[in-house]
């Protein structure tokens, strides 16, 4: 007896019951029912909302997996353990010790996110008396993302549950939603545990306990700490990593989001699918020059100088702004999502540029938030039907207006 | 023999859950919102919205056939005015620091769409012993949602109650701190308290399902 029909007997049994919807799913997430309709002509579709999220994951693995070598490469060069990597294939950037720390710092992450979110899910599933929906896939890859390393299991947890009763459920579940999930999530940690979120200790794995432990007066060891590269310019400091450094993602952040490499591959995957907007993408990926070039003009014009706070991060040129910090996993990943970004083709231009624009602006403005990418990719999110709004208002307005002059 | 009639006792209970001024009529959100983030200020702000309303229905009943209507709004504002005036100036006599803290809500109580409203809708049309039950229980209402919401958001916050710390030292980790607790500094801005009352509006219409609106 196969695996497929043994899950399709439990589900048989199950059929009616309250659990029905937790065995419903479990057997559509690895196989096509057996169910088919008996009337009628019907199209078939294979980009079903399961196909569409399984390639949003799957352009996210490469991230996942340069992450977890990434976090163990961090953890040992803030050591002083081993050479900094030279470029993107660098010696002692791919080594099983890398991937090892790695791999036991972020898959509990994975895990969890998945665990509490995917649960949550099923309750609300069960409670209302639907189907699971598909929608926690991507939330729960994007959201071990978009943390540090060493951010708390617990805190997490507590997050997800946030995150998906408050940011979807309440509103309807899976496309009801006006907020993108994963980021009312890492807004929650951000807002409720800003100490776990920001600084310089956090990026690294293992820094913040090195403190602790230092503060206990263990004085055999040496403090270890990475600043981002945008904490960095923030203080008017300046950094050491070179502009190949920040491209290829050898550098501290977030898990996922550091290699801007990996993520162009991904969103060339995402286009090619047609699963993600390259209209938003576009766009946002303007919308962030356009603020650059305008702070470039206003230091060129001498308005601001060194003396000013604002200083480091306006004097960064245009086009860094997108290798530096996570505009670019924001515009592909974060901002592309169909629920809850615009709906209309010129609405997508609007809400692309305007997230790239507002994002840049909160990052130089506000040294607090450096990194203000998902506040903004958010405050559109509640936008997006204010633009759509207008746009198809527009439209109509065109329209009647051709229709006038043909009358007359 | 009760203490109150069945319609009086409606008075009073209705408004604490099934009518409840905060969660069901949406009134007076922009106080709970702000002055939430620990229990204590909860506590002085419910008894000072209930000596208000109390008194200040009482006093509007004794005078509803004497007022003209059309200047009955400012009347309702001069008496309301009058009586935060006291409740401002005993605070600041007896409570000065926690005054300071409540600073200019104590003062807006006069603008609290409660009060207003049930100046309005009730004391104006019913005999002062009703209004003044009328007025305690929509207090009671009020300042229940306040208590529960302020308790949550100062237990999550801070980890203390009533300024008593429950959780242990954050700072010398005892306590569920030991463990890795940390306090959610969410809990303390006012959008935290939006979705606080927001889950309680939840709860409350789960559990009466007449409450819910199509």
């Given at each position: ?233 923030a203080q008017n400091g300046v950094t050491n990593y070179d502009y190949w450094d920040m491209f290829w993602g050898i550098i501290p952040g977030s898990v996922g989001e550091t290699s801007k490499f990996l993520i162009i591959i991904g969103a060339a995957f995402l286009i090619f699918s047609k699963i993600g907007s390259w209209r938003i993408m576009l766009s946002t990926v303007i919308g962030a020059l356009a603020m650059g070039l ?115 | ?214």
């Amino acid at each position: 007896m196969s695996l497929k029909s043994k899950l399709h007997e439990i589900k048989e049994s199950f059929k009616g019951k309250k659990m029905a919807p937790a065995f419903n799913a479990l057997h559509t997430f690895l196989y096509t029912p057996n169910e088919v309709t008996h009337n009628g002509t019907h199209i078939k579709a294979v980009d079903d909302l399961k196909r569409t999220m399984n390639t949003v994951i799957i352009a996210l693995v490469p991230c996942l997996i340069f992450g977890i070598f990434n976090a163990g490469y961090q953890h040992y060069l803030a050591q002083g353990m081993i050479e900094a990597a030279d470029g993107f294939l660098g010696a002692s950037f791919w080594t099983w010790d890398n991937f090892e720390i790695g791999a036991w710092t972020i898959l509990p992450l994975v895990v969890v996110s998945y665990g509490v979110g995917l649960l949550v899910e099923f309750i609300f599933a069960v409670i209302k008396g639907h189907e699971v929906e598909e929608g926690y896939l991507v939330t729960g890859m994007l959201v071990p993302l978009i943390v540090p390393v060493d951010i708390p299991l617990w805190m997490l947890a507590v997050a997800v549950v946030f995150g998906v009763v408050i940011g979807k459920e309440v509103f309807g579940g899976t496309g009801m939603n006006i907020l993108n999930p994963a980021l009312t999530i890492r807004a929650f940690l951000f807002f409720a545990y800003p100490t776990w979120m920001s600084g310089d200790k956090v990026w690294v794995h293992g820094a913040v306990e090195r403190d602790q432990m230092i503060a206990a007066g263990q004085t055999n060891l040496d403090a270890i700490s990475g600043e981002t590269i945008l904490g960095t310019y923030a203080q008017n400091g300046v950094t050491n990593y070179d502009y190949w450094d920040m491209f290829w993602g050898i550098i501290p952040g977030s898990v996922g989001e550091t290699s801007k490499f990996l993520i162009i591959i991904g969103a060339a995957f995402l286009i090619f699918s047609k699963i993600g907007s390259w209209r938003i993408m576009l766009s946002t990926v303007i919308g962030a020059l356009a603020m650059g070039l305008i702070f470039n003009a206003v230091v060129d014009a001498g308005i601001i100088t060194e003396s000013s706070k604002f200083y480091g991060l306006m004097d960064v040129p245009f086009w860094q702004h997108l290798i530096i910090g996570s505009i670019l996993f924001g515009a592909v990943y974060m901002a592309t999502d169909p629920v809850s970004a615009a709906q209309t083709n010129k609405g997508k231009w609007i809400y692309g540029f305007l997230i790239g624009f507002i994002s840049i602006m909160i990052r130089v403005f506000n040294p607090a938030y450096p990194e203000g990418v998902f506040l903004a990719i958010l405050l559109m999110n509640v936008f997006a039907p204010t633009i759509d709004h207008y746009v198809v208002q527009g439209n109509v307005k065109k329209r009647m207006k051709r229709l006038k002059v043909k009358a007359a | 023999m009760a203490l109150l009639s069945k319609k009086d006792s409606k008075l009073l209970k209705d408004p604490l859950l099934d009518n409840n001024p905060i969660t069901i009529q949406v009134l007076g959100i922009c106080s709970a919102l702000a002055i939430t983030a620990e229990l204590k200020a909860s506590i002085v702000m419910t008894v000072s919205v209930l000596f208000v309303m109390g008194v200040g229905n009482v006093v509007i009943s004794l005078m509803r056939n004497i007022i003209p209507s059309k200047i009955r709004i400012i009347v309702q504002l001069v008496v309301v005015a009058s009586l935060v005036i006291i409740v401002d100036q005993v605070l600041k006599a007896f409570a000065y620091e926690l005054s300071k803290t409540l600073s200019v809500f104590v003062g807006l109580i006069i603008t609290n769409c409660i009060i207003m409203g049930r100046f309005e809708a009730f004391a104006l049309g019913n005999g002062p012993y009703r209004s003044f039950l009328d007025g305690i229980g929509n207090a009671a209402g009020y300042g229940f949602i306040l208590i529960l919401v302020g308790f949550f958001r100062e237990l999550l916050g801070s980890g203390t109650l009533l300024g008593i710390s429950v959780l242990g030292d954050p700072i010398a980790k005892t306590g569920l701190y030991a463990i890795g607790y940390e306090n959610n500094g969410f809990m303390l801005l006012s959008p935290m308290a939006l979705i606080v009352v927001g889950l309680i509006i939840w709860v409350q219409r789960a559990r009466n399902k007449d409450l819910i609106e199509d």
